[in-house]
């Protein structure tokens, strides 16, 4: 039964789905898994399919940014999240992104991190489960063709760079491990284990300035005055909001550009010095880290978590072990802050350190969402 309050669609039936799959991804076993656990269900569903395979890196972006896509009733993604964040963000750059994000989506986990996987999983009520059985607790969602609305962050870099993602932005440990375990793939979700002890080994400090927009404050506070001509996207004035192009992306409303200080209603954390900075809008982090117990699909918050230097590598480990159950705020720890937040502004000292988002590396620069 669906939580009160959320409204759901329902998919059609007979169906069509078209599912972007990279047979690349996790330890490589996505097309059979594909074929072996969610080919039978979907066609018990009355779900036809039609199977686009990605043979390299933004083939799934392209694919979806210039196809029609009328004929399909819902897109599929089968992977790790990276393939969904290059889906969202293709149908973001089409001149029609405001019909085209209707499309549902769905996440089949084909991936070694499967975060939103396991966090509509999560939403949905299941009992925590990897692998197989995460895959058909995730068809079986597909199958029922309920869907609802998902919450976006709008990321824009000091170089002009913007992302629409769905998951998270990191620096620092987190990151590190998610771009350092690489090289581990063929481990599939272990891979995350063994860069966490790695990255705890060489644990290095992060200098740089974070600044937020807490939920609570946004509401009856005036923003910093403008030129109310010139919404701001990412940084640079893009045409007064009356004229408006129809196709336009939609304006970063909360922020001003990245080379101003952020409003007077924002707050500045006073340290500077950090072991991880996490903004995350899902539960999940990964099928075993449960990072934001809180966190639902569209409760219009972002979920900032930051670590400040000082830590102990023993601390860290303990966190981590606790984040597995969810636990890691029960241990009151006083290095580890939480903040739900509308927007943040992280600005390093220097160009050190993997930035990502959903996964996927960043060059490190002032960010802000």
Known sequence: ??????????????????????????????????????????????????????????HAHEKVRDEDLSQWDTLVVMSGDGLLFEVVNGLMERPDWKEA????????????????????????????????????????ILCKGLYTQ???????????KRFFSFLGFGWGFISDVDIDS??????????????????????????????????????GSSPAPRDPQAPVTNGHIPQPAETEAPGSPPPDSLLVPLGQP???????VPEEEFVLVYAIYQSHLGTNLLMAPAARLHDGCIHLFYMKAGISRVTLLKLFLAMSRGTHLDLNCPHLC????????LEPRVAAGIMTVDGEALACEPVQG
């Open 1 to 58: 039964c669906p939580p009160p309050g959320d409204s759901y669609g329902v998919l059609p039936r007979p169906c069509h789905a078209l599912v972007l799959l990279n047979p690349q991804s996790g330890s490589g076993r996505a097309l059979d898994d594909f074929q072996a656990v969610v080919q039978p269900m979907l066609a018990e569903a009355d779900i036809a399919t039609t199977v686009f395979v990605t043979e390299r890196p933004h």
């Open 101 to 140: 994000m209707k499309k549902p989506l769905c996440i089949l986990p084909g991936g070694s991190g499967n975060a939103l996987a396991a966090s509509i999983n999560y939403y949905a009520g299941y009992d925590h489960v990897a692998k197989k059985k995460l895959l058909t607790n995730c068809t079986f």
């Open 150 to 160: 998902m919450d976006l962050v709008s990321l824009s870099t000091a170089s002009g």
């Open 182 to 219: 690489e090289k581990y793939r063929w481990l599939g979700s272990a891979r995350f284990t063994l860069g966490t002890l790695q990255c705890l080994a060489k644990l290095r400090v992060y200098q740089g300035r974070l600044s937020y927009l807490p939920m609570a404050t946004e509401q």
């Open 262 to 268: 952020v409003p007077a209603h924002w707050t500045v």
């Open 338 to 345: 939480y903040v739900p937040v509308r927007a943040f502004r």
